[in-house]
């Protein structure tokens, strides 16, 4: 696996990308996942920067490996604006050389719609993915409560129903789990479309509203119950094992909410290493070590 960093994850932190390059490649990171907000900021007021933060990334052998923003989709907004929008994150995934952005599939979940606002969405990641697809760029939706992919069988739909070759998945595999679905069985079903996967944890069903936007993002939000990945409910062994085995190239980000990011991100890193390292030299089954 390539494992990147959250600038997210630092939300809260007084630190430059700079220095989070260097961080990553002090700990062995192979990638950066920038948040819009951060590549906004840099793209908009740091622009004369942009090349020397690229330069370090590819000296240190580092990444960007994907843009994670939003795209409005309230009813005031029309398409030419949502367009909009896809013109300014493919702007700043061009400025850092990549190719996956990821957004949100809408602003509703999938049991609160009509038929009609379905196949309304289903039009409009249509036209997002073409576009998209015209400047070489992947659109990721992640796996997440309020959006049409927050369970298995509505992501699956949504990815039948836009069949398109640049709309692809990113995985949360917490969330798919607070779905009830089981993170093999979902990882093993969209395995065609999944290009990115988040890595996360939570102590238990009980603390899940932990992660709501207004809690999460607010710096004076509760973190009580984010755990580390090894630690928690959803079994991070068993999905780790499975990705060696299918998937050993795919990108995933370790995305730590909780505090004392840079001591919590270091230890999350060493333990997937850890983890990858123990299945990789796991004898096969019926054969003598």
């Keep these: 696996m390539n494992i990147s960093l959250c600038t997210i994850s630092f939300r809260h932190e007084l ?42 990334l590819a000296q240190n052998g580092l990444k960007v490996s994907m843009i994670s923003d939003y795209v409005d989709f309230s009813a005031q907004r029309t398409q ?79 990815l039948h129903d836009v069949k398109h070759p640049a709309f692809r998945v990113n995985l949360d595999f917490l969330h798919m789990w607070e779905s009830g679905i089981h993170p093999i069985e979902a990882i093993r079903t969209l395995k065609p479309w999944v290009s990115h996967v ?21 710096p004076s939000g509760s973190r009580e119950g984010i755990v580390p990945l090894e630690s928690g409910a959803v079994q991070y062994e068993e999905i780790l094992d499975w990705l060696q085995r299918e998937m050993p190239g795919m990108d995933g980000s370790i995305e730590w909410f909780g505090p004392k990011p840079f001591e919590q991100i270091t230890n999350e890193l060493q333990w997937i290493q850890d983890q990858l390292h123990i299945q990789r030299n796991q004898p096969l089954s019926g054969v003598n070590s």
Aim: glycine share 4%; hydrophobic share 40%.
């Design 15 to 56: 630190v430059s990308l700079s220095d989070l390059i260097q961080f990553a490649a002090r700990r062995g990171f192979q990638g950066i996942e920038l948040w819009g907000v951060h590549a906004r900021s840099i793209c908009h007021r740091f622009d004369d920067q942009v090349h020397l933060l690229k330069a370090q």
């Design 80 to 158: 030419e604006d949502r367009l909009a929008q896809m013109d300014e994150l493919i702007a700043m995934a061009e400025a850092f050389q990549c190719a996956k952005i990821r957004i949100f599939a809408g602003d509703r979940g999938s049991c609160g719609i009509t038929e009609e606002q379905w196949y309304q969405y289903v039009e409009i990641f249509k036209q997002l993915s073409a576009y998209t697809h015209e400047h070489d760029k992947l659109l990721l939706i992640e796996t997440h409560p309020g959006t049409l992919a927050d369970c298995l069988p509505s992501t699956l739909r949504l």
């Design 198 to 218: 988040h890595l996360k944890n939570v102590r238990d069903r009980q603390s899940l509203s932990v992660f709501e936007p207004l809690n999460v993002y607010a």
